[in-house]
């Protein structure tokens, strides 16, 4: 249970935890987040989450709301003082708050920012990994820049809500070629039927994984043969394994997409070896 929240330099209980009703990250989406995962009480691969918050705010000239090490020392608070062992942290950093306006405040606006953290059970996505899930695709109907991690989530919104309509935990984001640009909430992978584990390349359209970057590292150490480029919905269709990763889900094997399995119907083998090498590569720090 969250029970205390940081918010623009105080520690909430969490029922009295706001912000402004004029924040443009309510009105305006004008905002970017993280969500790092909380293992033993530490933060997974904190370094790349920081260096990734730093990107989106300087591609978007939201002034850092403090230092990197600032960062750490309240996340690290608040997770002590919810007595979070394994879950997560989410933190969002706003323009500020102001009369609406869709011209930018001055500079000198203080950023918003806020900091939970969230428990969950330990064991949850090991379980779910042992059968693993089915993904739908859909239309890619995003903006241009979704390499910045925006709360601008109506898309993905209602992307899952479909997917989970039709019975799958995720949806997988198809562009106007037939290719798969990522997950609603994932980076997307196939292994090909020669064993060639497939991402797509870095670009505008998918946002840069911090766990798609530690899964790389995982296939590097382990040997495994790498191509980040574009792959289809029916390259997708006929892989040996598939699965995505996220700070939340790690890596999550898929054995349905839409209504093909995929392999045999169960878990494949490189996405396990993934998984299980995942903690021993990331960075842990406590
Ligand atoms: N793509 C999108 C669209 C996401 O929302 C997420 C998770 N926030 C990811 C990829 C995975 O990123 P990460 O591994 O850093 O959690």
Not at 107 to 119: C, F, K, Q
């Amino acid at each position: 249970m969250t029970r205390i929240v940081y918010v623009n330099g105080a520690y909430r209980p969490y029922a009295q935890a706001a912000i402004h009703v004029e924040d443009r990250g309510f009105q305006l989406a004008d905002a970017i987040y993280e969500v790092i995962e909380i293992r033993d009480g530490g933060l997974v691969d904190a370094t790349r989450h920081l260096a990734r918050l730093a990107r989106s705010l300087t591609e978007l000239a939201i002034p850092p709301p403090m230092s990197d090490g600032a960062l750490l020392h309240v996340m690290n608070v608040v997770i002590r003082r919810n007595r979070v062992r394994d879950g997560i942290v989410y933190m969002q950093v706003s323009r500020g708050a102001g009369p609406r306006d869709f011209a930018l405040p001055p500079a000198t606006t203080p950023p918003t920012l806020v900091v939970l953290a969230r428990a969950h059970r330990r064991g949850w996505s090991a379980e779910l990994a042992e059968t693993g899930i089915a993904v739908k695709t859909v239309p890619d109907n995003r903006w241009g820049r979704c390499d910045i991690k925006t709360v601008m989530l109506l898309p993905a919104v209602l992307a899952k809500d479909e997917a989970r309509r039709a019975g799958a935990r995720e949806a997988w984001f198809v562009d106007s070629a037939g290719n798969v640009t990522e997950g609603a909430s994932s980076n997307a992978w196939i292994v090909t039927p020669d064993g060639t584990l497939v991402t797509r390349q870095l670009d505008h359209h998918i946002l840069p994984g911090v766990t798609r970057a530690t899964v790389m590292d995982v296939a590097k150490t382990e040997g495994i043969k790498i191509e980040q480029r574009t792959f289809s919905r029916d390259e997708a269709l006929a892989a040996r394994e598939a699965f995505i990763t996220s700070a939340t889900n790690i890596v999550m094997p898929v054995v349905k997409i839409d209504k093909t399995t995929i392999g045999d119907g169960r878990p494949g083998k490189l996405s396990h070896r993934l998984r299980s090498r995942f903690h021993q590569v990331a960075e842990f720090s406590a």
